[in-house]
C-alpha cells in the first residue's frame, strides 16, 4: 500500500527541504554588495533602497538629505557603509569619522533601510566600532518614512565595551517597513560616534510557508489523479482481454 505513495512522498520531502532552506535569513553584506568609494546619498540593492541622512540635534524632526554615502572594505573589523555630511571633503577609503556614521556638530548621521513593504529583519552587521565605553550605535524601526527618533525606543543599541567586539551583528527579530541606523547619544554635546553598517539580514514572508503547503496539496492531489488513471487502464486492458 505504501508502494503508490513513495513517489509523492519524495516530492513532499523535496519541498519540505527546499522550504527550510528558503526560511533561512537572507544576508546581504553592503561592503561587498555596492561598489567602494563615494556613492550616491541614495543606492539600491537587492530591493533594498538604502539612504544617508542629515538630522539636527535640537529639531529632531528636521532631517537632510545633502550627505553622500561612502562604502570601504579594508579589513574584517573595517567594511561597510557610512555617511558624510560633507561631500567635497570626503575620503575614498580610509578610517576616521569623516566618512563614517557620526555625530556632526548640530547634527547627527543615519543611514535609513527602506525595503518598501513591512519586512522581518533578523539582524543588523555593524563594524568599525570605536574601542571602550564611546558612542556607540542605535538602531531603530518604524513605518514612518522620517519619524522623530527621540521617541522611539531603539530596538537594539550598544557600545563596543557592550556588545565585546568591534564589529557585532546585532540581533533584531522585528518587522518595519524602514529601520535607522544612528549614533547611540544624539544630543548638543554629543560626539566621537563612528562606525560602518556592514549588513543586514532579513527573514522569509509567511507566503513562503503558504506556498510550501499549496504545493504539497498540489502533489498530493496530482498523486491521487495519477493512481486513479492508472488503475482505470487498468481495468479497461483487463476487459478488452478474451477469455
Known amino acids: 500500500m505504501f508502494g503508490k505513495w513513495k513517489a509523492p512522498c519524495r516530492a513532499i520531502v523535496f519541498v519540505c527541504l527546499f522550504g527550510a ?44 538629505s545633502n550627505v553622500i554615502l561612502n562604502n570601504r572594505s579594508q579589513g574584517a573589523d573595517d567594511r561597510g557603509l557610512g555617511v558624510c555630511t560633507n561631500p567635497l571633503n570626503c575620503p575614498t577609503i580610509n578610517n576616521g569619522n569623516i566618512n563614517e556614521i557620526d555625530n556632526n556638530g548640530s547634527t547627527f548621521e543615519v543611514i535609513r533601510l527602506d525595503f518598501g513593504a513591512i519586512t522581518a529583519v533578523a539582524a543588523i552587521g555593524l563594524s568599525s566600532l570605536d574601542s571602550g565605553p564611546k558612542d556607540g550605535f542605535a538602531i ?13 525606543t531603539p530596538l537594539a543599541q550598544g557600545t563596543n565595551q557592550s556588545v565585546n567586539q568591534v564589529d557585532p551583528n546585532i540581533t533584531i527579530n522585528q518587522s518595519f517597513r524602514y529601520f535607522f541606523v ?40 496530482l498523486s491521487r489523479m495519477t493512481t486513479r488513471r492508472r488503475n482505470n487502464s487498468e481495468r479497461a486492458i483487463v476487459n478488452v482481454i478474451p477469455e
Open 182 to 221: 544612528a549614533p547611540k547619544d544624539r544630543g548638543p554635546n554629543s560626539s566621537n560616534s563612528d562606525f560602518l553598517l556592514a549588513s543586514v539580514s532579513t527573514v522569509p514572508e509567511p507566503t513562503t510557508y503558504a506556498t510550501i503547503g499549496i504545493g504539497i496539496l498540489a502533489l498530493i492531489s
Open 21 to 64: 532552506v528558503t526560511a533561512n535569513a537572507s544576508t546581504i553584506n553592503f561592503f561587498s554588495a555596492l561598489a567602494l568609494g563615494n556613492l550616491p546619498e541614495s543606492v539600491i540593492v537587492n530591493g533594498i533602497t538604502v539612504s544617508g541622512w542629515d538630522v539636527s540635534k535640537t529639531m529632531s524632526t528636521q532631517w537632510s
Open 140 to 152: 531603530f524601526g518604524s513605518n514612518v518614512a522620517l519619524p522623530d527618533l527621540s521617541t522611539l
